[in-house]
């Protein structure tokens, strides 16, 4: 099996996949990084979301071959219990989960947005969540979170 390198977490990692492999299942399985969830396996839920090169991008359909030499960041780049992303705050101020198994890859399309948008308008916060699927229907609660972050992250 050829060996992709690329960026993960800030750190350089080189594994043994195959090219079709997807991202998400190196992640999850020989990487041991589980932030992105499976959901649909198709593209269409979100829950795998990592960010590539900054961008949100669901790994369930990217096959390794595409992965190389790129900049991976995975729910666990965020942030970290001691030291929370803004947006992990947020979504905990605003309590904007219930069973949180779309959290990770809202996250991730959160912070992309406001990597690029660092004072989104709702309505940019809900287009940038558009493609993220939330089966507890707490949509209207992250978008607020997002919303209280941008603004907590203008003024720190
Ligand atoms: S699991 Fe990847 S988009 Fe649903
Ligand atoms: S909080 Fe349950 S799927 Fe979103």
Redesign the pocket.
């Known amino acids: 099996m050829p060996t992709v390198q690329f960026q993960l977490n800030g750190a350089t990692v080189a594994v043994d996949a195959d090219p079709d492999q997807t991202l998400l299942d190196v992640l999850r399985g020989p990487l041991g990084i589980t932030g992105a969830h499976f959901g649909c396996g198709a593209g269409q839920c979100g829950a795998c979301c990592v960010m590539v090169d900054g961008r949100a991008m669901t790994s369930c359909d990217m096959p390794m071959w595409s992965v190389a030499d790129r900049d991976v960041v995975t729910l666990e780049g965020l942030g970290t219990a001691e030291q929370p992303h803004p947006l992990q705050r947020a979504f905990i101020s605003e309590q904007a ?7 990770p890859g ?1 996250l991730i399309s959160a912070a992309a947005l406001l990597n690029d948008n660092p004072s989104p308008t709702e309505a940019e916060v809900r287009a940038a969540l558009d493609r993220n ?4 229907g ?1 949509h209207n609660r992250m978008v607020r979170a997002v919303l209280r972050a941008a603004s907590e992250m203008a003024t720190s």
């Open positions: 989960m219930q069973c949180g198994y779309c959290v809202i699927l939330c089966r507890c707490s």
